[in-house]
């Protein structure tokens, strides 16, 4: 009978949040603790199998963003992509994912909408935080695009624990 693992996995919660934070108040002031402590957290793993997750789930949601920059739901001030933090961001993400949340996304209705209020509740905080720098130019048709975008993500994050896990 194998054990189950009920331990709270406390520094990657606080990590994530603490750097998310950090990441969207200070955008490019704070990068290279943010990055040690992303290389910190991929050192961290249990398998190079999780190492790969964490950096092919960065590159699948910098493309999704980049997407969304590109069709005008997303924007950074003066910017005709996504900022140095925000990319840092989506390797922070994706750590905690890979860490953490993904335990959450196993069945495919709760993941669609755990990520579908989430993941724009994030990007609205994280606006809101910014100074201005992100903003929403569709107005409504961004959040229910990014909600709709983030229920799909979270169903394939989920959907993907089972390679890595």
Avoid: H
């Amino acid at each position: 009978m194998s054990e189950v693992n009920t331990k709270i996995p406390w520094r990657a919660l606080i990590g994530f949040e603490l750097c998310w934070f950090l990441l969207v108040f200070f955008q490019q002031l704070l990068i290279w603790p943010i990055l040690a402590y992303l290389f910190y957290g991929l050192w961290q793993l249990p398998s190079g199998k999780a190492q790969l997750a964490v950096v092919l789930t960065a590159v699948f949601g910098i493309t999704v963003d980049s997407l969304l920059v590109y069709t005008g739901i997303l924007s950074f001030a003066q910017l005709a992509w996504l900022p140095l933090w925000f990319l840092l961001l989506w390797g922070i993400f994706a750590l905690a994912l890979v860490e953490v949340m993904s335990r959450f996304l196993t069945k495919p209705w709760l993941a669609f909408m755990l990520a579908a209020v989430g993941g724009p509740l994030s990007y609205i905080g994280g606006a809101a935080l910014s100074d201005g720098i992100m903003s929403f130019p569709a107005g409504f048709w961004s959040y229910a695009v990014l909600a709709l975008v983030w229920g799909f993500l979270g169903v394939i994050f989920g959907y993907s624990r089972r390679w890595y896990a």
